[in-house]
């Protein structure tokens, strides 16, 4: 079963699961707001008529805010089970543990919405927010950053001896002794006058 498949057709769900699975994952019970955000980072520096503009735009890791609600009576059945509760222990309450476990784990999430399933993301902030409005319900905000990963290839090369004289090895010519005899005239005018007299 794909994590998509658990929201089943409810927008306003999220969920979030670590990569290991005997991690487990919280089902949000409702998303307040979500923020999903696609940068493109631009050159400054004047773009050559004719160039590929490509060269000179990158575009950012992905990046996802949820501002989310876990309450204890869940509005489905699978988001009760998905938390496993105790019995001295609440919905709200372990997802809280298992939210602030994902973020402490230096670990990459899955992050499932409506929009789009996010992998490969890591917790940049987790904020809770509590008042008497929300009672023993848990609203959150979570901010998320896509971590991308390069791929490296190992190449063989084979080295050829160098030709020119620059890399030769330098050779030891030995200490030289200096030179005595008498000392050199002075270069400038003002020494030569002194001298004539």
Not at 30 to 51: C, I, K, Q
Not at 88 to 94: G, V
Not at 142 to 147: G, M, S
Request: hydrophobic residues 40%.
């Amino acid at each position: 079963m794909a994590l998509r498949d658990l929201l089943g057709s409810d927008p306003q769900r999220v969920l979030i699961a670590r990569k290991a699975p005997e991690s487990g994952f919280v089902m949000v019970d409702v998303s307040l707001s979500e923020d999903h955000v696609r940068e493109a980072e631009l050159t400054d520096s004047p773009v050559e008529t004719g160039s590929d503009v490509t060269d000179h735009r990158r575009i950012r890791p992905a990046q996802l805010s949820i501002r989310g609600l876990v309450t204890d009576t869940p509005a489905s059945m699978l988001a009760s089970i998905a938390a496993g509760p105790t019995p001295f222990s609440s919905l709200s309450k372990d997802a809280y543990e298992k939210l602030r476990a994902q973020f402490e784990a230096h670990e990459l999430v899955t992050v499932v919405t409506s929009l789009r399933v996010y992998d490969n993301m890591a917790w940049t902030s987790f904020r809770v927010h509590k008042s008497p409005e929300t009672g023993k319900a848990l609203e959150f905000d979570a901010a998320l950053r896509e971590v991308r990963f390069a791929v490296t290839a190992t190449v063989p090369f084979r080295a050829e001896r160098p030709t020119s004289d620059m890399a030769a090895p330098k050779t030891n010519l030995g200490t030289k002794a200096g030179i005595s005899g008498p000392p050199e005239p002075p270069s400038s005018i003002a020494g030569k006058t002194l001298l004539m007299r």
